[in-house]
């Protein structure tokens, strides 16, 4: 028997709106409402920003900015000239934590956080991004066609920090030469003619004396590589230059549109496909002063075919310590296997591990990209799964010795040094793994304190005092709320914000009851059970398969799948059992959970489901006739897997949105975990269900936006083709033209649930 774990309900509203319909569930955010977002303290941290919408505002309507008391008094909408004044969701804050700058519509903005003032630093027809404080705080380093300036705050003096040249354009100090023929005709014309001589003389003395001036050599960008960041070291007197590479051979699926505002089909790059050459990302420090670059290298070496030959490794991530004599990046290897912290040299360039993550199946988890410094610029922290679990660590940059700031069977969630580098501000599964609280701990380790307490899940942003935490909570039956409240354990929490449409609340939505499945191999298999009041045994069950893979869906905390949640309210209306997983795969339980469907998707976590489906046979006396599967993205692969490779075990299945040849994904992704195919292609055969459309059984529908940039139409396209040559019968596509990967329009999604519902309704009822 299953473990039940359920937390109390709180106490929802008026009457109930029955039966539920799909129309008015799949009116989405205008009914359950739009989330609060980026929120933000203003610099003296007696006011609260967030953007917002009211459910009741059309869904093309833009974010509204909203603004809220320290003592949650005084919530209003601010007028659009008020927000463009406000401060800025984001930016880059200066060293002292007063001010903060940022890029908005391709010019650079500063905004003082004590005076809550807004000034506009830059006016141009260029694009200007990328904009950083100085150490000083007296200038703010900026990107403009991919050259580094410095713009004086003082003065408004704008200086060129670097001179990098993209591919093909000549060096203008460069001489340029001519033919032998028109080289020996100029040499002739210096010796011959006494007023050319001296021209050319004086041309020579004035660029060596601009040169003398301005000995800065120019860096020089081969075809394909461009710039994409440029970051000034806090001394000022280096740049570190990060430079992409697209290979040249690589091909770029290009995407046919059919209902476009020309009335003719249009194509969109999209990307390239798994296995085929990616881009690299490399860095270089490039000297203020004479232009010197050096590129940085990370010098791990591997064998192959006999020989030691260079690891490939992408560079990323880059963090200096205050004085801008230390620099450490992370660098993961292109085989998605390892992980490294690098201590880099500024001086030479020289790079040395400080830490190592590996991982015989890909290295990830939650916190996998983060990396910062510790107060007094001695130690780097990190987080790593290297116990199984993702915690936070810290290595000392001289010695490269590592200890652990956090540790335990749980998740480090995410982590933020907070303003004065005292604290983190942590989100972490120590309680459960299904609640994710608020923590704060001491920069350098040592015992944490729990500041949230009802159950559900959290995000956080700390008064620059310390002393007021501004929250978004939600819980399951909840939507995701802004809250204001004493950064002390326990604290009472006082709502701001209300989301929903009215009519949401006047239905009775379910705190759904976590259960852990016994799965084959002895793990607990976590799910939310939607079970009506009146279940009678014999009656039909629907299984639904969470997207994205690595995702967590069974917590306390509103569904990243907001529609489907209330629709499996309106199949348990209509007498279904709803079972949700987080199969293998899945977040939130740890680096064996998440790796175990290494080289095989449709391996592990295809078994959960279908343990989940005798669960409910041998538990709750579900007709085993009578069990339909459903999802979309990754959950629509899982529900093809089912249907072609189960037999007998579901009766009807609806694949949306599905990855039907792993093959075509993209490289990220399927080549971290089924490594690449030209090399593996075992692990891609026994994944795709193209592959296994043969065992085809019970009632498919297929459902695919046309215009997916994600999972391409092209790959139901080519299953569609597979089944008719199979001579399969029982499926059915349902065609989307407009949409992307995720729906956007309201009629779309009205139809798709329509014709899910249908599915179930004909196949698994009596």
């Given at each position: 028997m299953a473990a039940l774990l359920c937390a109390p309900a709180p106490a929802l509203a008026q009457q109930p709106q029955k039966p539920l319909t799909v129309e008015w569930i799949m009116r989405g955010p205008a009914l359950y409402g739009y989330a609060p977002r980026a929120v933000r303290w203003s610099g003296g941290g007696q006011r609260v920003y967030f953007e917002w919408k009211q459910a009741s505002e059309p869904q093309e309507k833009e974010w509204s900015t909203w603004v809220v008391n320290r003592d949650g008094a005084g919530l209003r909408r601010l007028s659009d000239e008020e927000a463009r004044e406000a401060p800025p969701p984001f930016g880059n804050p200066s060293a002292d934590g007063t001010r903060v700058v940022f890029a908005r519509d391709g010019d650079i903005f500063l905004y003082d956080l004590q005076a809550d003032r807004m000034r506009r630093l830059t006016k141009t027809g260029d694009a200007e991004s990328s904009p950083r404080l100085t150490r000083d705080g007296r200038a703010v380093a900026f990107v403009r066609s991919s050259n580094l300036y410095l713009l004086s705050l003082e003065s408004g003096a704008i200086e060129q920090?670097?001179?990098?040249?993209?591919?093909?354009?000549?060096?203008?100090?460069?001489?340029?030469?001519?033919?032998?023929?028109?080289e020996w005709l100029k040499k002739q014309e210096r010796e011959l003619l006494d007023a050319v001589e001296k021209r050319a003389r004086q041309r020579e003395e004035r660029e060596a004396k601009?040169?003398?001036?301005?000995?800065?050599?120019?860096?020089?960008?081969?075809?394909?590589?461009?710039?994409?960041?440029?970051?000034?070291?806090?001394?000022?007197?280096?740049?570190?230059?990060?430079?992409?590479?697209?290979?040249?051979?690589?091909?770029t699926a290009l995407m046919p549109l059919y209902v476009t505002e020309s009335a003719y089909t249009e194509t969109q790059p999209t990307r390239t496909k798994v296995g085929d050459l990616q881009p690299r990302a490399r860095m270089a420090l490039i000297s203020v002063e004479t232009g010197e670059a050096k590129w940085l290298d990370p010098g791990v070496k591997t064998t192959r075919e006999g020989k030691e030959v260079e690891r490939p490794i992408l560079l990323f991530n880059p963090q200096w310590n205050e004085e801008g004599t230390r620099l450490a990046v992370l660098g993961r290897a292109a085989d998605f296997k390892d992980r490294w912290v690098f201590a880099v040299d500024p001086q030479t360039a020289k790079m040395r591990v400080l830490h190592q993550t590996s991982d015989e199946a890909w290295v990830d988890g939650p916190g996998a990209m983060a990396l910062g410094w510790l107060p007094g610029g001695r130690e780097v922290w990190f987080q790593s799964e290297q116990t199984g679990w993702s915690h936070l660590y810290a290595a000392d940059w001289e010695t490269g010795s590592v200890r652990a700031l956090t540790e335990g069977?749980?998740?480090v969630k995410r982590a933020f040094l907070t303003e004065d580098k005292k604290q983190f501000l942590l989100v972490t599964s120590e309680t459960n793994p299904y609640e994710h609280h608020l923590y704060v701990m001491p920069s350098q380790g040592g015992p944490r304190t729990r500041l949230t307490s009802a159950p559900g899940l959290y995000e956080g942003e700390l008064s620059p005092d310390g002393a007021r935490l501004a929250v978004i909570h939600s819980r399951s039956n909840q939507p995701p709320e802004l809250y204001l409240m004493d950064a002390k354990p326990q604290a009472p929490m006082q709502r701001v914000t209300v989301s929903p449409a009215e009519e949401f609340t006047q239905y009775p939505w379910i705190d759904k009851p976590i259960v852990e499945i016994p799965a084959r191999d002895g793990a607990k298999i976590p799910a939310h059970i939607f079970k009506p009041k009146a279940w009678k045994k014999g009656g039909a069950a629907v299984i639904f398969v969470h997207g994205a893979g690595y995702l967590q869906n069974v917590d306390r905390g509103w569904s990243s799948y907001p529609r489907e949640n209330l629709f499996h309210h309106l199949l348990m209306e209509r007498g279904y059992i709803v079972l949700d997983l987080d199969y293998r795969g899945s977040a939130g339980h740890g680096r064996a959970w998440?790796?175990?469907v290494y080289r095989h998707m449709g391996g592990k976590d295809l078994d959960d489901h279908v343990d989940a489906a005798k669960w409910l046979v041998s538990e709750h006396g579900v007709d085993p006739k009578r069990i339909g599967i459903y999802g979309g993205s990754y959950g629509g692969f899982i529900t093809l897997m089912a249907m072609f490779t189960q037999p007998g075990v579901f009766a009807a299945g609806a694949a949306l949105r599905p990855v039907t040849d792993w093959a075509h994904y993209n490289h990220p992704y399927t080549g971290a975990i089924l490594n690449l195919p030209q090399d593996d292609a075992e692990a891609y055969k026994r994944s795709s269900p193209i592959y296994h459309a043969a065992g085809l059984q019970g009632?498919?529908?297929?459902?695919?936006?046309?215009?997916?940039?994600?999972?391409?139409?092209?790959?139901?396209?080519?299953?569609?083709?597979?089944?008719?040559?199979?001579?399969?019968?029982?499926?059915?596509?349902?065609?989307?033209?407009?949409?992307?990967?995720?729906?956007?329009?309201?009629?779309?999604?009205?139809?798709?649930?329509?014709?899910?519902?249908?599915?179930?309704?004909?196949?698994l009822r009596k």
């Open positions: 920090l670097t001179h990098i040249l993209p591919p093909g354009q000549p060096d203008p100090d460069e001489e340029r030469k001519g033919t032998a023929s028109q601009r040169k003398k001036e301005n000995p800065r050599k120019p860096f020089k960008l081969t075809p394909r590589q461009t710039v994409t960041d440029l970051m000034l070291a806090p001394d000022g007197t280096q740049v570190l230059a990060t430079i992409m590479e697209r290979p040249q051979e690589a091909k069977n749980w998740e998440r790796t175990a009632a498919l529908l297929i459902c695919h936006g046309m215009a997916d940039a994600n999972v391409h139409f092209q790959d139901t396209v080519r299953l569609a083709q597979k089944l008719i040559e199979l001579g399969k019968e029982n499926w059915e596509v349902a065609m989307y033209p407009v949409e992307d990967h995720g729906f956007v329009h309201a009629s779309s999604w009205t139809d798709e649930y329509r014709r899910i519902l249908k599915l179930f309704e004909t196949y």
